[in-house]
Each structure stands twice: as structure tokens, then as C-alpha cells.
């Protein structure tokens, strides 16, 4: 089992573009969920995807979406692109009904706009 | 709103001394903490749970709810262990909030 992947493992985009990254979870999970990490900082929460549906979403703007698939693989997407989005993007998988709330992080996708 | 104070950004210890990596939170219900490291080049992973109340790599972490800590502490430090950490809070087994991480740095 790889555990959690994603793709790309860099990105760089322009102000004002439209982007999309990829996340599988680890083998048997079924809940995602999507993190931003500035420089220097904490991951902070974006939104959590289990059953094709949002289940929870952090202080975010509307630019940022998501989507899962019914393999439960999940893409962010994120419009109109700021030069403040520039950061690590971190994809969590986790079990919903597990007894605690262990989350498996993937390597990351490292964005910078410019 | 939940939080997750780190003060320290940065400890430096020599291999063999005790570690202490401080973490406070914010929450009046019963919260789920956690401790993540990040090694150089690796991703985020997980070190510790309160709920196993385990010990992993010879640290350990008690839940304080009186003084709403969770502090990871060591007695005695190797060099493998110099690496990013974060403590984390969960509610309801949904979103983790993350503190702003201590790097450790252990000299040999």
C-alpha cells in the first residue's frame, strides 16, 4: 500500500488561473480531507469530502472547491488564483468509522503563483 | 472556535538531555489531541494519540484538561529525533487543527 498519493508534486501557476490537484487515499479509507500549509505555519483545515459530499469545511473562500469520486479519491480545486494561495497542500485520508480520529497525510502538492 | 498554542518555535537540546515540547489548547468540551512530526523530506506523521495513552520513539504525552496541555516530553534525547513537531486537536472526529509547530533540534 502506497498511502495517501498525490499528484503533481509541484505546481506553478499565474494570478487570476484556475487549479486542480489529485489525492487517493490509504487503502481502505474512505474520507478525505485537505489542508493548506503557508511557510512557516500549521496545516490549516480547508474542507473534509466522505461520501461524495462536504462534510465539514474550514474558514476558506468560495474559490476553493472539491470534489470526491466514488473510489473516494478527491481534487481541490481553486479559481482565480492569489499570490497568497502559494503554499504546501496537504491531502489527510482517514476511516469515518473508525474509534479515533487518525488522519494519514500524503507528501503534498507545492503551488506557487506568481 | 478551538486553538492550538505552540510557543516555541524553536528547541535546542544535546542529545541525551530531557525534552519538553509545549502545547496548549482552547476548547471547553472533550477534544481528541494529537502529535504530528514531520522528518526532513517526509511527510506529516503521526506520533502520538491521548486516547492510547502509548509511548512511541520513548516519548509520551499526558492530557492536562485542567490546564489544557498536551505537552510531549522525552528524557532523553537522540539526533534521529530532530524534526518538525505539531500538536493537532480534533472534535467530533472531523477537522484537525494544527498548532504552529516546534522544530527540535538535537546536537550531538
Known amino acids: 500500500d502506497a498511502g495517501v498519493t498525490q499528484s503533481p508534486t509541484h505546481l506553478i501557476k499565474t494570478r487570476g488561473q484556475q487549479v486542480t490537484l489529485r489525492c487517493s487515499p490509504k487503502s481502505g479509507h474512505d474520507t478525505v480531507s485537505w489542508y493548506q500549509q503557508a511557510l512557516g505555519q500549521g496545516p490549516q483545515f480547508i474542507f473534509q469530502y466522505y461520501e461524495e459530499e462536504e462534510r465539514q469545511r474550514g474558514n476558506f473562500p468560495d474559490r476553493f472547491s472539491g470534489h470526491q469520486f466514488p473510489n473516494y479519491s478527491s481534487e481541490l480545486n481553486v479559481n482565480a488564483l492569489l499570490l497568497g494561495d502559494s503554499a504546501l497542500y496537504l491531502c489527510?485520508?482517514?476511516?469515518?468509522?473508525?474509534?479515533?480520529?487518525?488522519?494519514?497525510f500524503g507528501p503534498g502538492t507545492r503551488l506557487t503563483v506568481t | 472556535a478551538q486553538r492550538v498554542t505552540q510557543p516555541e518555535k524553536l528547541l535546542s537540546v544535546f542529545k541525551g538531555a530531557p525534552v519538553e515540547l509545549k502545547c496548549n489548547y482552547s476548547y471547553s468540551g472533550s477534544p481528541e489531541l494529537f502529535w504530528y512530526v514531520q522528518y526532513s523530506r517526509q511527510r506529516l506523521q503521526l506520533l502520538l494519540r491521548?486516547?492510547s495513552r502509548e509511548s512511541i520513539k520513548g516519548f509520551t504525552a499526558d492530557l492536562n484538561k485542567g490546564e489544557t496541555s498536551f505537552h510531549l516530553k522525552k528524557p532523553f534525547a537522540q539526533e534521529e529525533d530532530s524534526a518538525m513537531y505539531y500538536c493537532?486537536?480534533?472534535?467530533?472526529?472531523?477537522?484537525?487543527?494544527f498548532g504552529s509547530g516546534t522544530r527540535l533540534q538535537v546536537q550531538p
Open positions: 489527510a485520508s482517514s476511516l469515518a468509522l473508525a474509534g479515533v480520529n487518525e488522519q494519514y
Open positions: 493537532a486537536l480534533s472534535v467530533g472526529r472531523r477537522a484537525l487543527t
Open positions: 491521548h486516547i
